[in-house]
């Protein structure tokens, strides 16, 4: 079989390859080993409730810049809800609920202002909290540099961040973002989220949540448009090898037997993939887990849409009810995630589900008279690439030795930890790469 352009992998990254080829007038052709495209990223109903459930609550910010784009292309952008500003609802373990939120206001008077009045703290750590913002904007090739040898435990240190500082506000946004343990993770590209979402324009800072599930949201509207395009897409193809000739992708066999022979690849394959059927090796990585928890329960108790919570195994709570358009039958629909889940991943669900009820009871003391009804927990042991300065020096352009293949994936040098933007943002850059080659 012949093919103009395939990618490996239909996950985000290759998704948005696809797109952008596609719409340049490519013939695409999308190879995944699932029996759905979406890699990751992909939402489903429970049988039990009707609910759709993720697989991790995924909240976008104003500033990703290129997943807006992809969404807008594939038509679903109009099912963000957005704030005028980021808006953090975090729980403090002695003061109780308190806001850490970024207004509308000039820069950088926006950002003090949310430091100043972020009240889970001192008066005196809410003014260290400055160092931080004035640290942000002093930008050079040196400064990256100095940073790409710290990790975020580290940079906060030499900011003078305090313990109360670290635990109650750095830690629990870098920790999302990162998904990794801050004495682990890259103060660099912890730096530049923090960049993007604050020392941007006003609406890079906007928190964008989805009110779909993931698959309705990134994946089912992309398969169709690529489908208008005539893209080809081959499910439940395991790809066993890749073969090289003059320095060119020769041919991809897949296990079934059936060989392609591309003019263009793109793989979008997770970096452990792709060492499996093209040695050398572009990038041997670690990887950190996501634990997330999904329950329902008889009855309403939180008010909040999204609440951080400061101190406990949950880190980031989610009332699914507020979120969501349309509902299941049971009133009340909770989603919680863990990241950087070393520990968490090892626990069972059952023992995951009685110190997420104990913690809920502790953040809403309503929730103890509430029946729980359902139970879900998905572990992803390998959810992203751990973004670590190790890891980071390791992380491979889009560009190869090989003529005709380009590389695509969070896990590729995009500039930011493993995100949903850097996903799209590496699929893109591969669809522009090869869209000008024969």
């Known amino acids: 079989m012949r093919a103009d352009v395939v990618i490996l992998g239909g996950g985000l990254s290759g998704l948005a390859a696809a797109i952008g080829l596609s719409a340049r007038g490519r013939a695409v052709t999308i190879v995944d080993q699932a029996p759905r495209l979406g890699g990751r990223c992909y939402s489903y109903v429970d049988?039990?409730?009707?609910?759709?459930?993720?697989?991790?609550?995924?909240?976008?910010?104003?500033?990703?810049h290129q997943t807006l784009r992809y969404l807008d292309e594939i038509g679903t952008r109009g099912f963000l809800r957005s704030s005028p500003g980021l808006r953090l609802m975090m729980h403090h373990p002695a003061k109780g609920f308190c806001r850490f939120?970024?207004?509308?206001?000039?820069?950088?008077?926006?950002?003090?202002?949310?430091?100043?009045?972020?009240?889970?703290?001192?008066?005196?750590?809410?003014?260290?909290?400055?160092?931080?913002?004035?640290?942000?904007?002093?930008?050079s090739a040196d400064r990256d540099t100095m940073l790409?040898?710290?990790?975020?435990?580290?940079?906060?240190?030499?900011?003078?961040?305090?313990?109360?500082?670290?635990?109650?506000?750095?830690?629990?946004?870098?920790?999302?973002?990162?998904?990794?343990?801050?004495?682990?993770?890259?103060?660099?590209?912890?730096?530049?989220?923090?960049?993007?979402?604050?020392?941007?324009t006003k609406s890079d800072s906007a928190i964008l949540i989805p009110t779909i599930g993931q698959t309705e949201l990134y994946v089912t509207p992309a398969q169709d448009l690529l489908s208008q395009r005539?893209?080809?897409?081959?499910?439940?193809?395991?790809?066993?090898?890749?073969?090289?000739?003059?320095?060119?992708?020769?041919?991809?066999?897949?296990?079934?037997?059936?060989?392609?022979?591309?003019?263009?690849?793109?793989?979008?394959?997770?970096?452990?993939?792709?060492?499996?059927?093209?040695?050398?090796?572009?990038?041997?990585?670690?990887?950190?887990?996501?634990?997330?928890?999904?329950?329902?329960?008889?009855?309403?108790?939180?008010?909040?849409?999204?609440?951080?919570?400061?101190?406990?195994?949950?880190?980031?709570?989610?009332?699914?009810r507020l979120l969501l358009d349309g509902a299941g039958d049971s009133p009340s629909f909770i989603s919680a995630v863990i990241s950087g889940a070393y520990d968490a991943v090892k626990l069972s669900k059952g023992e995951l589900v009685k110190i997420s009820r104990e913690e809920l009871s502790t953040l809403f003391p309503e929730s103890r008279n509430a029946k729980l009804l359902h139970a879900v927990v998905i572990k992803e042991k390998r959810a992203t690439f751990s973004p670590t300065n190790d890891n980071n020096e390791r992380r491979p352009g889009t560009k190869t030795s090989f003529e005709n293949l380009a590389l695509a994936g969070d896990w590729t040098d995009t500039g930011l930890p493993a995100t949903i933007e850097g996903a799209v943002m590496s699929g893109y850059a591969a669809a522009s790469l090869l869209a000008e080659q024969s």
């Open 230 to 320: 005539g893209a080809k897409i081959l499910l439940n193809a395991d790809v066993q090898q890749m073969k090289a000739k003059q320095g060119r992708i020769d041919r991809i066999v897949l296990r079934n037997g059936k060989v392609i022979v591309p003019s263009l690849v793109v793989s979008a394959l997770p970096a452990y993939a792709l060492e499996r059927i093209l040695p050398p090796v572009y990038a041997k990585l670690s990887y950190a887990p996501i634990v997330s928890i999904h329950l329902w329960f008889d009855r309403h108790f939180m008010k909040e849409p999204v609440v951080g919570s400061i101190g406990t195994m949950l880190q980031w709570i989610f009332n699914r």
């Open 101 to 139: 939120e970024v207004r509308p206001l000039p820069r950088p008077f926006h950002l003090t202002a949310a430091m100043l009045r972020y009240s889970a703290l001192s008066l005196k750590d809410r003014t260290s909290l400055l160092r931080v913002g004035f640290d942000l904007q002093r930008r």
């Open 47 to 64: 049988r039990v409730t009707g609910d759709v459930v993720d697989n991790g609550q995924h909240v976008l910010i104003g500033a990703y």
């Open 148 to 200: 790409g040898r710290l990790t975020i435990d580290q940079w906060l240190t030499r900011l003078n961040q305090s313990a109360e500082a670290k635990r109650s506000l750095w830690h629990p946004i870098a920790i999302s973002v990162m998904n990794e343990l801050p004495e682990h993770a890259s103060a660099l590209l912890f730096a530049r989220s923090l960049r993007a979402a604050f020392l941007g």
